[in-house]
């Protein structure tokens, strides 16, 4: 009779949290999804940051304007979603619209360090908290 062998896994990480989300996804990707992330938080500081592991990402929540934006890493890049993100004033031209049917979501599709422009990202992350207070 053959005895089993005990084998050591790593835990799976748990997507319950900001950080589960991005610790699920490749190093290089969780790297871009940290600095984008800092950048948010540092930009909304009263926004509420939320896992929303159905949708594999990070969510922030406005206490006056409500849902402002997400985080969503993939397997090669991190998009920042724009719920109304059509309604958004856009002079950099960032914003592309997403693979799903919504009509009024727009990401920023994040692929390397350098695609984090900070100045115009805060300008969107600004707009997008002035025009959901309206």
Known sequence: MRQARSIKRR???SLV???GILAASPPRIAALGLRLRDLVTRC???AEERAYPG???IGYVHPEAGYVCGIFPFRDHV????EHGVLLTDPEGLLRPGR?????VRYVEIRTRRDIR????RRLLEDAVS???R
């Open 11 to 13: 835990p799976a990480p």
């Open 17 to 19: 949290s900001p950080e």
């Open 44 to 46: 909304l500081p009263e």
């Open 55 to 57: 949708w594999r990402g």
């Open 79 to 82: 998009a920042l979603g724009f």
């Open 100 to 104: 799903s049917s919504a009509k009024k």
């Open 118 to 121: 900070s100045r115009a990202l």
């Open 131 to 133: 025009l959901r207070q």
